[in-house]
Protein backbone atom coordinates (compact mmCIF):
# COMPACT_ATOMS: atom_id res chain seq x y z
CA UNK A 1 0.00 0.00 0.00
CA UNK A 2 1.02 3.53 -0.66
CA UNK A 3 1.60 6.21 1.84
CA UNK A 4 -1.22 7.88 1.44
CA UNK A 5 -3.57 4.55 1.82
CA UNK A 6 -1.96 3.30 4.85
CA UNK A 7 -2.30 6.46 6.07
CA UNK A 8 -5.59 7.13 5.00
CA UNK A 9 -6.84 3.28 6.71
CA UNK A 10 -5.22 4.24 9.95
CA UNK A 11 -7.38 7.75 9.85
CA UNK A 12 -10.58 5.60 9.09
CA UNK A 13 -9.92 3.21 11.88
CA UNK A 14 -8.47 6.13 14.39
CA UNK A 15 -11.75 8.42 13.82
CA UNK A 16 -14.00 5.57 15.02
CA UNK A 17 -12.22 4.56 17.82
CA UNK A 18 -12.32 8.65 18.82
CA UNK A 19 -15.94 8.51 18.50
CA UNK A 20 -16.58 5.94 20.69
CA UNK A 21 -13.59 7.09 23.29
CA UNK A 22 -15.41 10.77 22.86
CA UNK A 23 -18.30 9.67 24.32
CA UNK A 24 -17.28 6.87 26.71
CA UNK A 25 -15.24 9.86 28.01
CA UNK A 26 -18.15 12.68 28.35
CA UNK A 27 -20.20 10.11 29.86
CA UNK A 28 -17.42 8.83 32.12
CA UNK A 29 -16.42 12.13 33.84
CA UNK A 30 -19.98 13.39 34.06
CA UNK A 31 -20.97 9.76 36.30
CA UNK A 32 -17.97 10.16 37.80
CA UNK A 33 -18.91 13.73 39.20
CA UNK A 34 -22.22 12.70 39.98
CA UNK A 35 -21.47 9.48 41.90
CA UNK A 36 -17.89 9.85 43.12
CA UNK A 37 -16.89 13.90 43.18
CA UNK A 38 -15.61 16.70 41.95
CA UNK A 39 -12.97 16.53 44.31
CA UNK A 40 -11.80 12.42 43.52
CA UNK A 41 -11.69 13.52 40.07
CA UNK A 42 -9.47 16.36 40.62
CA UNK A 43 -7.44 13.99 42.58
CA UNK A 44 -7.65 11.53 40.32
CA UNK A 45 -5.70 14.33 37.21
CA UNK A 46 -3.50 15.09 40.18
CA UNK A 47 -2.18 11.46 40.45
CA UNK A 48 -1.83 11.05 36.70
CA UNK A 49 0.19 14.39 36.68
CA UNK A 50 2.39 13.14 39.18
CA UNK A 51 2.90 9.19 37.16
CA UNK A 52 3.91 11.57 34.19
CA UNK A 53 6.89 13.20 36.22
CA UNK A 54 8.34 9.69 36.52
CA UNK A 55 7.45 8.41 33.18
CA UNK A 56 10.03 11.08 32.20
CA UNK A 57 12.74 8.61 32.31
CA UNK A 58 11.56 7.15 29.61
CA UNK A 59 13.59 9.56 28.01
CA UNK A 60 11.86 9.62 24.84
CA UNK A 61 13.50 5.91 23.80
CA UNK A 62 9.74 5.24 21.94
CA UNK A 63 10.60 8.18 19.26
CA UNK A 64 14.10 7.51 19.02
CA UNK A 65 13.56 3.77 18.14
CA UNK A 66 10.67 4.77 15.46
CA UNK A 67 13.19 7.45 13.95
CA UNK A 68 15.89 4.22 13.70
CA UNK A 69 13.03 1.54 12.37
CA UNK A 70 12.11 3.71 9.01
CA UNK A 71 14.88 2.71 7.03
CA UNK A 72 14.76 -0.97 8.27
CA UNK A 73 11.12 -1.02 7.32
CA UNK A 74 11.76 0.45 4.42
CA UNK A 75 14.25 -2.15 3.39
CA UNK A 76 12.12 -5.21 4.77
CA UNK A 77 16.16 -5.48 7.02
CA UNK A 78 14.67 -7.85 9.60
CA UNK A 79 17.73 -8.52 11.30
CA UNK A 80 18.53 -5.04 11.88
CA UNK A 81 14.48 -4.68 13.44
CA UNK A 82 15.00 -7.23 15.76
CA UNK A 83 18.07 -5.94 17.29
CA UNK A 84 16.22 -2.35 17.61
CA UNK A 85 13.22 -4.03 18.93
CA UNK A 86 15.82 -5.77 21.44
CA UNK A 87 17.78 -2.26 22.35
CA UNK A 88 14.60 -0.99 23.21
CA UNK A 89 12.84 -3.67 25.45
CA UNK A 90 16.71 -3.77 27.28
CA UNK A 91 16.36 0.07 28.12
CA UNK A 92 12.54 -0.17 29.21
CA UNK A 93 13.63 -2.48 31.21
CA UNK A 94 15.71 -0.25 33.27
CA UNK A 95 13.44 2.34 32.79
CA UNK A 96 10.94 0.55 34.88
CA UNK A 97 13.46 -0.30 37.52
CA UNK A 98 13.77 3.78 38.46
CA UNK A 99 10.34 4.70 37.49
CA UNK A 100 9.06 2.01 40.83
CA UNK A 101 11.91 3.51 42.71
CA UNK A 102 10.71 6.61 42.03
CA UNK A 103 7.45 6.27 42.97
CA UNK A 104 8.03 4.44 46.37
CA UNK A 105 9.82 7.71 46.93
CA UNK A 106 7.48 10.12 46.00
CA UNK A 107 4.53 8.05 47.80
CA UNK A 108 6.45 8.69 50.46
CA UNK A 109 5.77 12.34 50.63
CA UNK A 110 2.24 12.27 49.45
CA UNK A 111 0.69 12.92 53.61
CA UNK A 112 2.53 16.59 52.54
CA UNK A 113 1.77 16.78 49.29
CA UNK A 114 -2.22 16.21 49.70
CA UNK A 115 -2.74 17.44 53.04
CA UNK A 116 -5.22 20.01 51.64
CA UNK A 117 -7.31 17.31 50.27
CA UNK A 118 -10.35 16.43 52.35
CA UNK A 119 -10.85 12.45 51.44
CA UNK A 120 -8.85 9.42 53.24
CA UNK A 121 -5.10 9.41 52.41
CA UNK A 122 -5.62 6.30 50.96
CA UNK A 123 -7.49 7.13 48.11
CA UNK A 124 -4.00 9.14 46.87
CA UNK A 125 -2.43 5.76 47.43
CA UNK A 126 -4.79 3.63 45.65
CA UNK A 127 -5.15 5.95 42.51
CA UNK A 128 -1.59 6.43 42.10
CA UNK A 129 -0.82 2.34 42.23
CA UNK A 130 -3.10 1.65 39.80
CA UNK A 131 -1.87 4.44 37.38
CA UNK A 132 1.68 2.96 38.01
CA UNK A 133 1.04 -0.33 36.90
CA UNK A 134 -0.67 0.67 33.64
CA UNK A 135 2.92 2.12 33.18
CA UNK A 136 5.19 -0.78 33.81
CA UNK A 137 2.64 -2.82 31.69
CA UNK A 138 4.29 -0.44 28.98
CA UNK A 139 7.86 -0.75 29.98
CA UNK A 140 8.01 -4.58 30.19
CA UNK A 141 4.87 -5.37 27.73
CA UNK A 142 3.74 -3.04 25.49
CA UNK A 143 6.76 -1.50 24.49
CA UNK A 144 6.84 -3.27 21.01
CA UNK A 145 3.92 -1.34 19.75
CA UNK A 146 6.13 1.05 18.31
CA UNK A 147 6.96 -1.20 15.44
CA UNK A 148 3.27 -1.03 14.28
CA UNK A 149 2.89 2.41 14.12
CA UNK A 150 6.47 2.92 12.84
CA UNK A 151 5.15 0.46 10.33
CA UNK A 152 2.18 2.72 9.15
CA UNK A 153 0.03 0.06 10.80
CA UNK A 154 -1.38 1.82 14.01
CA UNK A 155 -4.75 0.58 13.24
CA UNK A 156 -3.88 -2.34 14.90
CA UNK A 157 -3.02 -1.08 18.01
CA UNK A 158 -6.76 0.65 17.87
CA UNK A 159 -7.90 -3.00 17.59
CA UNK A 160 -5.86 -5.09 19.97
CA UNK A 161 -5.49 -2.16 22.46
CA UNK A 162 -8.02 0.57 22.52
CA UNK A 163 -11.31 -1.79 21.62
CA UNK A 164 -10.55 -3.34 25.41
CA UNK A 165 -9.94 0.01 27.46
CA UNK A 166 -13.17 1.09 25.42
CA UNK A 167 -15.11 -1.59 27.25
CA UNK A 168 -13.06 -0.77 30.34
CA UNK A 169 -14.50 2.26 30.26
CA UNK A 170 -17.95 0.89 29.89
CA UNK A 171 -17.93 -1.04 32.60
CA UNK A 172 -16.29 1.43 35.09
CA UNK A 173 -18.84 3.85 34.04
CA UNK A 174 -21.55 1.02 35.24
CA UNK A 175 -19.99 0.15 38.24
CA UNK A 176 -19.62 3.79 39.70
CA UNK A 177 -23.16 4.46 38.57
CA UNK A 178 -24.69 1.20 40.23
CA UNK A 179 -22.31 -0.37 42.60
CA UNK A 180 -21.65 0.69 46.30
CA UNK A 181 -18.02 1.69 46.24
CA UNK A 182 -17.88 2.99 42.94
CA UNK A 183 -14.03 4.27 43.32
CA UNK A 184 -12.37 1.21 44.50
CA UNK A 185 -14.43 -0.54 41.51
CA UNK A 186 -13.40 1.98 39.03
CA UNK A 187 -9.35 0.97 40.05
CA UNK A 188 -9.95 -2.66 40.11
CA UNK A 189 -11.77 -2.60 36.63
CA UNK A 190 -8.69 -0.18 35.38
CA UNK A 191 -6.19 -3.01 36.60
CA UNK A 192 -8.04 -6.25 35.15
CA UNK A 193 -8.94 -4.76 31.89
CA UNK A 194 -5.36 -2.96 31.47
CA UNK A 195 -3.84 -6.24 31.61
CA UNK A 196 -6.27 -7.88 28.96
CA UNK A 197 -5.64 -4.96 26.91
CA UNK A 198 -1.52 -5.35 27.17
CA UNK A 199 -2.03 -9.83 26.10
CA UNK A 200 -3.91 -8.46 23.20
CA UNK A 201 -1.13 -6.36 21.67
CA UNK A 202 1.55 -9.10 22.13
CA UNK A 203 -0.82 -11.29 20.41
CA UNK A 204 -1.17 -8.71 17.53
CA UNK A 205 2.27 -7.83 17.28
CA UNK A 206 3.38 -11.34 17.25
CA UNK A 207 0.62 -11.69 14.64
CA UNK A 208 2.16 -9.03 12.44
CA UNK A 209 5.64 -9.82 12.67
CA UNK A 210 6.36 -13.41 13.69
CA UNK A 211 10.01 -13.13 13.72
CA UNK A 212 9.92 -10.17 16.63
CA UNK A 213 8.09 -13.21 19.16
CA UNK A 214 11.73 -14.67 19.86
CA UNK A 215 13.44 -11.22 20.63
CA UNK A 216 14.15 -10.86 23.85
CA UNK A 217 15.20 -7.52 25.84
CA UNK A 218 18.95 -8.92 26.64
CA UNK A 219 21.10 -7.82 24.92
CA UNK A 220 24.89 -7.81 24.94
CA UNK A 221 27.44 -4.86 25.25
CA UNK A 222 28.91 -5.33 21.43
CA UNK A 223 25.03 -4.66 20.55
CA UNK A 224 24.66 -1.47 22.59
CA UNK A 225 27.86 -0.16 20.80
CA UNK A 226 26.37 -1.11 17.30
CA UNK A 227 23.49 0.99 18.00
CA UNK A 228 25.04 3.96 19.75
CA UNK A 229 23.04 6.28 17.88
CA UNK A 230 20.04 5.34 19.58
CA UNK A 231 21.40 6.42 23.46
CA UNK A 232 22.34 9.66 21.64
CA UNK A 233 19.23 10.35 20.20
CA UNK A 234 17.45 9.35 24.08
CA UNK A 235 19.81 11.83 25.42
CA UNK A 236 19.12 14.87 23.39
CA UNK A 237 15.22 13.76 23.06
CA UNK A 238 15.20 13.91 27.07
CA UNK A 239 15.37 17.56 27.43
CA UNK A 240 12.64 17.91 24.70
CA UNK A 241 10.56 15.09 26.88
CA UNK A 242 11.02 17.29 30.00
CA UNK A 243 9.40 20.38 27.83
CA UNK A 244 6.57 18.15 26.82
CA UNK A 245 5.88 17.09 30.55
CA UNK A 246 6.09 20.90 31.97
CA UNK A 247 3.94 21.86 28.77
CA UNK A 248 1.12 19.24 29.31
CA UNK A 249 1.32 18.30 33.01
CA UNK A 250 2.14 20.70 35.01
CA UNK A 251 -0.84 23.06 34.81
CA UNK A 252 -3.04 21.24 37.13
CA UNK A 253 -0.04 20.95 39.81
CA UNK A 254 -0.13 24.83 39.86
CA UNK A 255 -3.61 25.38 40.15
CA UNK A 256 -3.97 22.77 42.91
CA UNK A 257 -0.85 24.82 44.57
CA UNK A 258 -2.69 28.29 43.89
CA UNK A 259 -6.25 26.61 44.54
CA UNK A 260 -7.87 23.05 45.68
CA UNK A 261 -8.95 19.55 43.63
CA UNK A 262 -12.16 20.97 42.91
CA UNK A 263 -10.45 24.19 40.46
CA UNK A 264 -8.69 21.16 38.86
CA UNK A 265 -11.93 19.66 37.99
CA UNK A 266 -13.43 22.61 36.41
CA UNK A 267 -10.39 23.57 33.86
CA UNK A 268 -9.81 19.26 33.76
CA UNK A 269 -13.75 19.18 32.00
CA UNK A 270 -12.36 21.78 29.61
CA UNK A 271 -9.59 20.12 29.45
CA UNK A 272 -11.60 17.44 28.22
CA UNK A 273 -12.71 18.84 25.80
CA UNK A 274 -9.45 20.17 24.18
CA UNK A 275 -8.27 16.43 24.48
CA UNK A 276 -11.31 15.32 22.12
CA UNK A 277 -10.52 17.65 19.75
CA UNK A 278 -6.57 17.12 20.06
CA UNK A 279 -7.89 12.87 19.86
CA UNK A 280 -9.69 14.06 16.63
CA UNK A 281 -7.21 15.26 14.72
CA UNK A 282 -4.78 12.53 15.69
CA UNK A 283 -7.32 10.12 14.81
CA UNK A 284 -7.30 12.36 10.83
CA UNK A 285 -3.81 12.33 10.85
CA UNK A 286 -2.78 9.42 11.81
CA UNK A 287 0.24 7.74 10.93
CA UNK A 288 1.40 11.09 9.03
CA UNK A 289 4.43 11.13 11.58
CA UNK A 290 5.59 7.34 10.19
CA UNK A 291 4.53 8.35 6.64
CA UNK A 292 6.69 11.13 6.49
CA UNK A 293 9.82 9.81 8.19
CA UNK A 294 9.60 6.80 5.47
CA UNK A 295 9.56 9.87 2.77
CA UNK A 296 12.68 12.05 3.88
CA UNK A 297 14.50 7.96 3.82
CA UNK A 298 13.57 8.28 0.22
CA UNK A 299 15.64 11.36 -0.07
CA UNK A 300 13.47 13.91 -2.59
CA UNK A 301 13.18 17.19 -1.12
CA UNK A 302 10.96 18.81 -3.60
CA UNK A 303 8.66 16.53 -3.10
CA UNK A 304 9.20 16.55 0.68
CA UNK A 305 8.19 20.41 0.91
CA UNK A 306 5.20 20.10 -1.58
CA UNK A 307 3.81 17.22 1.26
CA UNK A 308 4.53 19.70 4.04
CA UNK A 309 2.81 22.47 2.43
CA UNK A 310 -0.20 19.87 1.74
CA UNK A 311 -0.41 18.94 4.90
CA UNK A 312 -0.02 22.11 6.81
CA UNK A 313 -3.29 23.82 4.98
CA UNK A 314 -5.03 20.41 5.41
CA UNK A 315 -4.06 20.79 9.23
CA UNK A 316 -5.08 24.55 9.32
CA UNK A 317 -8.21 24.58 8.17
CA UNK A 318 -9.33 21.51 10.78
CA UNK A 319 -7.38 23.12 13.82
CA UNK A 320 -8.90 26.62 13.01
CA UNK A 321 -12.45 25.15 12.82
CA UNK A 322 -12.24 23.58 15.73
CA UNK A 323 -10.83 26.56 17.31
CA UNK A 324 -13.51 28.77 16.19
CA UNK A 325 -15.73 26.14 17.00
CA UNK A 326 -14.89 25.87 20.89
CA UNK A 327 -15.12 29.76 21.38
CA UNK A 328 -18.73 29.69 20.25
CA UNK A 329 -20.01 26.60 21.64
CA UNK A 330 -17.57 26.25 25.02
CA UNK A 331 -19.20 27.53 27.37
CA UNK A 332 -23.18 26.99 26.31
CA UNK A 333 -21.96 22.77 26.57
CA UNK A 334 -20.68 23.06 29.79
CA UNK A 335 -23.46 24.89 30.85
CA UNK A 336 -25.92 22.18 29.73
CA UNK A 337 -23.38 19.19 30.31
CA UNK A 338 -22.97 19.90 34.33
CA UNK A 339 -24.04 23.33 34.82
CA UNK A 340 -22.65 27.30 35.32
CA UNK A 341 -20.93 26.52 38.83
CA UNK A 342 -18.03 24.73 36.34
CA UNK A 343 -17.86 27.75 33.43
CA UNK A 344 -14.01 29.34 33.40
CA UNK A 345 -14.32 33.26 32.54
CA UNK A 346 -13.65 34.15 28.73
CA UNK A 347 -10.20 35.33 29.25
CA UNK A 348 -9.29 32.09 30.86
CA UNK A 349 -11.24 29.93 27.45
CA UNK A 350 -9.32 32.50 25.26
CA UNK A 351 -5.97 31.19 26.09
CA UNK A 352 -7.02 27.38 26.63
CA UNK A 353 -8.12 28.26 22.65
CA UNK A 354 -5.02 30.05 22.18
CA UNK A 355 -2.56 27.24 23.51
CA UNK A 356 -4.79 24.49 21.65
CA UNK A 357 -4.07 26.04 18.38
CA UNK A 358 -0.53 26.14 18.57
CA UNK A 359 -0.51 22.53 20.42
CA UNK A 360 -2.52 21.21 17.12
CA UNK A 361 -0.37 23.13 14.65
CA UNK A 362 3.01 22.02 15.94
CA UNK A 363 2.56 18.48 14.87
CA UNK A 364 3.31 19.55 10.88
CA UNK A 365 6.85 20.89 12.22
CA UNK A 366 7.19 18.47 14.80
CA UNK A 367 6.82 15.46 12.20
CA UNK A 368 9.41 16.73 10.18
CA UNK A 369 11.54 17.58 12.79
CA UNK A 370 11.19 13.74 13.94
CA UNK A 371 11.46 12.22 10.26
CA UNK A 372 15.18 14.02 9.93
CA UNK A 373 15.90 12.76 13.48
CA UNK A 374 16.77 16.55 14.36
CA UNK A 375 16.98 16.48 17.86
CA UNK A 376 20.27 18.24 18.80
CA UNK A 377 18.40 21.57 19.98
CA UNK A 378 18.21 20.16 23.11
CA UNK A 379 18.88 24.51 24.75
CA UNK A 380 14.89 24.84 23.03
CA UNK A 381 13.41 22.70 25.56
CA UNK A 382 15.06 23.71 28.32
CA UNK A 383 14.04 27.91 27.78
CA UNK A 384 10.56 26.57 26.63
CA UNK A 385 10.51 24.63 30.65
CA UNK A 386 11.85 27.36 32.56
CA UNK A 387 9.93 30.19 31.05
CA UNK A 388 6.54 27.97 30.67
CA UNK A 389 7.14 27.29 34.95
CA UNK A 390 8.19 30.86 35.87
CA UNK A 391 5.64 32.39 33.88
CA UNK A 392 2.79 30.47 34.66
CA UNK A 393 4.26 30.39 39.00
CA UNK A 394 4.70 34.46 38.39
CA UNK A 395 1.11 35.60 36.20
CA UNK A 396 -0.77 33.08 38.16
CA UNK A 397 -0.11 34.79 41.54
CA UNK A 398 -1.35 38.10 40.01
CA UNK A 399 -3.65 36.84 37.34
CA UNK A 400 -4.98 33.08 38.95
CA UNK A 401 -5.82 30.19 36.15
CA UNK A 402 -5.76 33.07 33.65
CA UNK A 403 -2.20 33.59 34.35
CA UNK A 404 -1.00 30.31 34.96
CA UNK A 405 -2.32 29.14 31.41
CA UNK A 406 -0.62 32.42 29.85
CA UNK A 407 2.66 30.97 30.99
CA UNK A 408 2.12 28.44 29.14
CA UNK A 409 1.07 29.67 25.89
CA UNK A 410 4.15 31.97 25.86
CA UNK A 411 6.94 29.48 26.05
CA UNK A 412 4.85 27.89 23.00
CA UNK A 413 4.94 30.77 20.59
CA UNK A 414 8.52 31.41 21.28
CA UNK A 415 9.53 27.88 21.04
CA UNK A 416 7.39 26.27 18.75
CA UNK A 417 5.96 29.31 17.19
CA UNK A 418 9.09 30.74 16.27
CA UNK A 419 11.76 28.44 16.89
CA UNK A 420 11.33 25.13 15.62
CA UNK A 421 10.59 26.29 11.59
CA UNK A 422 13.54 27.85 11.68
CA UNK A 423 15.41 24.51 12.96
CA UNK A 424 13.48 22.48 10.43
CA UNK A 425 13.81 24.97 7.50
CA UNK A 426 16.83 26.02 7.93
CA UNK A 427 18.97 22.74 8.75
CA UNK A 428 16.06 19.95 7.93
CA UNK A 429 14.36 20.98 4.28
CA UNK A 430 17.23 23.35 3.76
CA UNK A 431 14.93 25.62 2.11
CA UNK A 432 14.33 29.41 2.58
CA UNK A 433 12.62 30.35 6.31
CA UNK A 434 10.44 33.23 4.01
CA UNK A 435 8.56 29.85 2.21
CA UNK A 436 7.37 28.80 5.51
CA UNK A 437 6.22 32.56 6.39
CA UNK A 438 4.71 33.61 3.18
CA UNK A 439 2.87 30.23 3.62
CA UNK A 440 1.37 31.28 7.06
CA UNK A 441 0.64 34.52 7.19
CA UNK A 442 -1.67 33.63 3.95
CA UNK A 443 -3.46 31.15 6.03
CA UNK A 444 -3.67 33.27 9.31
CA UNK A 445 -5.37 36.32 6.60
CA UNK A 446 -7.67 33.71 5.52
CA UNK A 447 -8.55 32.63 9.39
CA UNK A 448 -8.75 36.52 10.11
CA UNK A 449 -11.34 37.47 7.61
CA UNK A 450 -13.64 34.11 7.37
CA UNK A 451 -13.25 34.35 11.68
CA UNK A 452 -14.72 38.20 11.88
CA UNK A 453 -17.10 37.58 8.33
CA UNK A 454 -18.59 34.23 10.41
CA UNK A 455 -19.38 35.46 13.68
CA UNK A 456 -20.61 39.02 12.37
CA UNK A 457 -23.61 36.53 10.79
CA UNK A 458 -23.76 33.91 13.43
CA UNK A 459 -25.27 36.62 15.49
CA UNK A 460 -28.65 36.32 13.71
CA UNK A 461 -28.43 32.69 13.25
CA UNK A 462 -27.49 30.83 16.45
CA UNK A 463 -30.44 29.97 18.63
CA UNK A 464 -30.92 30.27 22.28
CA UNK A 465 -29.00 26.93 23.42
CA UNK A 466 -31.37 26.02 26.16
CA UNK A 467 -31.24 22.26 25.57
CA UNK A 468 -28.84 20.17 23.55
CA UNK A 469 -31.64 19.66 20.37
CA UNK A 470 -30.86 23.59 20.22
CA UNK A 471 -27.20 23.21 20.93
CA UNK A 472 -26.01 20.77 18.19
CA UNK A 473 -28.38 22.62 15.53
CA UNK A 474 -26.11 25.72 16.53
CA UNK A 475 -22.94 23.31 16.69
CA UNK A 476 -23.93 21.99 12.83
CA UNK A 477 -24.09 25.74 11.74
CA UNK A 478 -21.05 26.89 13.26
CA UNK A 479 -18.74 24.37 11.66
CA UNK A 480 -19.91 24.11 8.92
CA UNK A 481 -20.40 27.46 7.84
CA UNK A 482 -16.94 28.37 8.93
CA UNK A 483 -15.27 25.24 7.62
CA UNK A 484 -16.59 26.11 4.32
CA UNK A 485 -15.98 29.77 3.82
CA UNK A 486 -12.60 29.26 5.02
CA UNK A 487 -12.05 25.72 2.84
CA UNK A 488 -13.32 27.92 0.25
CA UNK A 489 -11.08 30.66 0.16
CA UNK A 490 -8.24 28.83 1.12
CA UNK A 491 -9.10 26.80 -1.93
CA UNK A 492 -8.71 30.32 -4.05
CA UNK A 493 -5.85 31.48 -2.77
CA UNK A 494 -3.54 28.19 -1.57
CA UNK A 495 -2.51 26.13 -4.38
CA UNK A 496 -1.29 23.25 -1.80
CA UNK A 497 -5.25 23.37 -1.02
CA UNK A 498 -6.20 22.09 -4.24
CA UNK A 499 -2.98 19.84 -4.62
CA UNK A 500 -4.39 17.57 -1.10
CA UNK A 501 -8.14 18.09 -2.37
CA UNK A 502 -7.54 16.39 -5.96
CA UNK A 503 -5.10 13.81 -3.87
CA UNK A 504 -8.30 12.83 -1.81
CA UNK A 505 -10.17 12.37 -4.53
CA UNK A 506 -8.12 10.16 -6.06
CA UNK A 507 -8.47 8.11 -2.71
CA UNK A 508 -11.90 8.53 -1.90
CA UNK A 509 -15.08 6.54 -3.73
CA UNK A 510 -15.77 10.15 -4.60
CA UNK A 511 -14.17 9.95 -7.36
CA UNK A 512 -16.19 7.12 -9.19
CA UNK A 513 -19.08 9.83 -8.29
CA UNK A 514 -17.40 11.85 -10.72
CA UNK A 515 -16.61 10.08 -13.58
Known amino acids: ???????????????????????????????????????????????????????????????????????????????????????????????????????????????????????????????????????????????????????????KISYSYKSVMLARSLAQILAMAFLSHGYVWWLVLQVVFSTVATVNLQMMVNRTFPYLASVSAKVDKSLRKKYAIIITKIKQLFFHKVAGYVLSQTSPLIIYAYANLKLVAVYGNYMLIVQGIT?????????????????????????????FKEIFTSR?????????????????????????????????????IATMYMQLMRTVVDNFIQGYGMFADIWAPITEAVVNISLSILLGYFFGITGILSGVLVSLVLIVGIWKPIYLFRWGMKVPLFTYVKLYLKHVLVFAFVAYVTTVGLREILLDADNFAKFAINAVITVTVFAFFEGLLLWMVAPEMRLFVRRLIELLPIKKLLR
Open 279 to 307: MLMQSVFNGVAAGVGDLIAHGDREHTLRV
Open 1 to 155: MSRTSQGLKNSKVALLFYVLEMVLGFVSRTVFIRYIGADVLGLNTTANNLLQFLNLAELGIGTAVAFSLYKPLADDDRQTISEIISIQGWLYRRIAVVVGVGAIVLMAFFPLFFKKMDLPLWYAYASFGVLLYTALLTYFFNYKQVILTASQQAY
Open 316 to 352: FLIATTFCYSLYILADPFINLWIGPGYLLGTSTLLVI
